[in-house]
């Protein structure tokens, strides 16, 4: 096992100077002038690329932009640069016990919840990037964030035209162009201070700048998106170095595959999505190699969305996911000592959401998720009812002034404030007394008043 563990830590420098090496090419592919950031770049204001003029949630223009590997270009070249800042203040109907992080106390907390770097733009007809650095408020630390490096390359097959696209990326679908999947999927802004519940599927979150992965795609005639590829781990002092955990949840055992289609078309004054997508993941938790088994996640899930331009430059979204996680977690009870019946598992987990965005400038969303999956008295320890059983509602209004690129600081500018409110009715496995505390769901109710820049 030691011999693995080396071989993994060798493979995982050899990716990261990939990642550089390929990074410095897309560097050196351009004058040394640079390239501006996507806005300036593309000549179009925030607007035109996102929902409510700011980000992530992308219209259909923003997301040919992304399949097109970030490449449009309308002008000449200036700094693919930019910088972001979230700050909020958080209210749970009742005090966290303990509190949620050091240096915070168990309520009414007021909190510089990220300051985001960004090195993004298009390098001629082929190539473009998205890069972030972010320094994290609430843990105070500095860690990589959201890496999408593409190659395209479009051609004309009889009467179709087609992009063929691949990723390197370290998030499974952070490359993706929909705001259906997890890693851009609702809620767009949160904080670190706010109770959240402990089970998801290993694809919401947990693979998340712990891995590195290379996908192909093809987007055929803007309509049909075929996608697929594999993920693996870096080694645990790079992770460490780029300011991740590389215990959690583990290291890949070889490659973990991944996959994803998606049909998207015109549908009365909108635009229609529906897609589908899966993982599966062999994983060694907590870099333990010496069980002699792995923990498998698969993944499999459906999407969809729905987004209308009004009359009035006002946009109706509709966005919605189903995972089903089913899980052999032969390494993690082996660990725990668990018993017969303590390996197989399953998890549910839906979510859908809503927005309105009058004239682009104020915006109204909401959104339900729900979270079920077997009892376990091994993975769900911490819980009462040994379930992960969570669900709530999000409820969301926010401002954006500037999305048309109307800011007095220029187009480079835009801010959006706003308020959450998100209720729990079930919460890690019941609506009254899940910890064996006395604690209920609707003490975990959050306020949470958010103010976001980017420049």
Known sequence: MAGELARKLHLGRLTLLCVLAITALALAATPAAAVPA?????????????????????????????????????????????IAATASYIRTAKAQTPPPAPGFGGNDNWALDQVNFFFAGGFGQNFGAFIQATYDGVAKAWNWDNLDLRAVKTAKIGS??????ASLNNAPT????????????????????????????????????????????????????LEAGAYWSPGSRELTDLGVDPTSPGAIRGAAPYGRVAFQHGLGPGTLEVGA????????????????????????GLDGSYIDTLGDSSVVTVNGRYIHESQSLKATCA???????????????????G???????IGFTVAAFDTTGGANPTIYAGNRTLAPDSSGVTFQIDGTPFGAGNSPLGKRFNTRVGVQYTAYTEFNGAAGDYDG???????????????WVAY
């Not at 770049?41 to 590997?69: D, I, N, S």
């Not at 402990?198 to 192909?216: E, I, K, R, Y």
């Not at 993941?281 to 002699?292: A, K, M």
């Open 174 to 225: 952070v490359q993706d162009a929909w705001n259906t999947l997890p890693a851009w999927g609702y809620p767009y802004s949160a904080s670190a201070l706010a109770p959240a519940p402990s089970a998801s599927p290993l694809m919401s979150g947990a693979l998340f700048q712990t891995t590195l992965g290379a996908t192909g795609y093809a987007w055929i005639n803007s309509e049909y998106y």
């Open 38 to 82: 996507f806005a300036v770049q593309t000549g179009e204001p925030c607007q035109a690329c996102h929902v409510g003029g700011f980000g992530p949630q992308l219209t259909p223009f923003g997301r040919e932009f992304k399949l097109q590997g970030y490449t449009l270009r309308s002008n000449g070249f200036n700094l693919p640069l930019s």
């Open 335 to 353: 660990l725990a000592g668990g018993g017969s019946g303590c390996a197989d598992n399953t998890l549910n987990d839906l979510h859908i959401d």
């Open 160 to 165: 179709t035209d087609v992009t063929f696209g």
């Open 437 to 451: 505390a006395g604690r209920k769901a609707s003490d975990n109710n959050t306020l949470r008043v958010f103010a």
């Open 277 to 300: 997508f899966g993982m599966r993941s062999d994983i060694y938790p907590g870099l333990v190699f010496n069980t002699g088994f792995t923990d498998r996640y698969t993944d499999l």
């Open 355 to 361: 927005s309105y965005y009058w004239r682009d400038k």
